[in-house]
């Protein structure tokens, strides 16, 4: 089986990172906004919009600036990565990591991101940096699965590849996993959940019965 992950947002902690960043650029800030005098609610209001558009900017300026900050992060599933790599070796699968990361001071994305994956468990990782959609990547690499936390790239491997999706939503986002399964999109609540599916898919190729079992259960179309 060919299988891409997504990074940020499946395997790699991204939204703390930002977050501790956020904290320490706007940290007494974002204590005042989060209890505001009644009359300064409404002026507030208006110019939220366009302070969370700037302050996103500084973070980001932030990141860009942080000397390899792709390694840094933490991973967000304990032992996901080590053992997406045992499942490789045991089941023969070709494994690719793609990402839309911007390119920070220090390595380059793709190095960055091949160290944060060897020192997590993945030994020889495959990193696959882009910079257009998923779709025509999924359908480059003929994939039969991508893993991603994020809905529209899931639509995008579903329209322009034959590959099956796996979208990793939280236990209680109803409503994220009701439209998912509406396309055929498949939902795990983590990584490990995930890979318990892709043994599973992988237990059934070969075995078309099983397949359409296991092809129901999921949701994929
Ligand atoms: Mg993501």
């Known amino acids: 089986m060919r299988i891409a992950f997504d990074m940020d947002g499946t395997l790699a902690d991204l939204s703390s990172a930002y977050a501790e960043i956020e904290e320490r650029l706007f940290g007494a800030a974002d204590e005042e906004a989060k209890h505001p005098a009644p009359e300064a609610r409404e002026a507030e209001q208006h110019s939220r919009r ?5 302050s996103r900017d500084q973070v980001w300026r ?6 390899d900050f792709w390694t840094t992060l933490k991973p967000l599933e304990d032992g996901a990565v080590k053992r997406l790599y045992e499942l490789t070796s045991e089941h023969l699968w070709e494994v690719f990591f793609i990402t839309q990361r911007p390119s920070t001071a220090g390595g380059t994305v793709q190095r ?8 997590h468990g993945f030994a020889t990782p495959s990193v696959i940096p882009l910079s257009g959609g998923r779709g025509k990547a999924a359908s480059a690499l003929f994939l ?15 329209s322009e590849s034959s590959a099956r999706t796996i979208l990793l939503v939280d236990r209680d986002d109803h409503t994220a996993q009701a439209s998912a399964l509406r396309i055929g999109i498949g939902v795990a609540h983590s990584v490990h959940e995930a890979l318990d599916l892709l043994v599973e898919a992988n237990a059934a ?10 092809r129901r259960l999921v949701g994929w179309k």
Request: charged content about 25%; some cysteine; proline content about 7%.
């Open 62 to 67: 932030a990141i860009e600036s942080t000397p």
């Open 50 to 54: 366009r302070t969370s558009a700037r």
């Open 112 to 119: 960055q991101t091949h160290t944060w994956l060897v020192e």
């Open 205 to 214: 190729r070969g075995n078309p019965s099983l397949f359409e079992k296991l």
């Open 144 to 158: 039969d699965y991508l893993v991603d936390d994020t809905p529209q790239n899931c639509v995008d491997a579903l």
